[in-house]
């Protein structure tokens, strides 16, 4: 969790990963109580992988946005729920026409209390 210095409201991140960041970026940074996006990697083997080191050196990461969201304004099962509606879950290492292990699905979280929420959605 963070807070944000200008009003002291609590803010929650979340990471998503399904197709290329971009798309998944411009969709979410655009949602009301979405505070701020941020496209990055996940889940690779090595530290500060470029874009090429992604693409063509096997790095293991995949293409992720980090969310940064205010859980009085949006909660973490609408936001799931937005992430279900625009990607293919059952999709492996391919969204749409990007196709690749870095182009493939996840939600990646730093806080455990959304574990569940995240294995509900899941089991939805």
Same mark, same amino acid.
Not at 52 to 73: F, I
């Given at each position: ?18 197709? *290329? ?33 992604? *693409? ?13 969201? !205010? ?21 492996? !290492?391919?969204?749409? !026409? ?24 899941? !089991?939805?």
């Amino acid at each position: 969790m963070d807070t944000d210095k200008g009003t002291n409201r609590i803010l929650k991140e979340i990471y998503l990963a399904g197709g *290329c960041f971009w798309g998944t970026e411009k969709y979410f940074s655009l949602i009301k109580g979405i505070v701020s996006t941020e496209v990055g990697y996940a889940n690779g083997n090595t530290e500060n992988p470029t874009y090429e080191d992604v *693409c063509y050196r096997k790095t293991g990461h995949a293409e992720t946005v980090k969310v940064l969201y !205010n859980p009085d304004e949006i909660s973490l099962e609408f936001i799931l729920k937005l992430y279900f509606d625009v990607i293919d879950p059952l999709s492996k !290492n391919r969204q749409g !026409n990007d196709v690749g292990t870095q182009y493939r699905s996840g939600i990646y979280y730093t806080d455990d209390r959304d574990r569940e929420i995240i294995l509900n959605s899941i !089991n939805e």
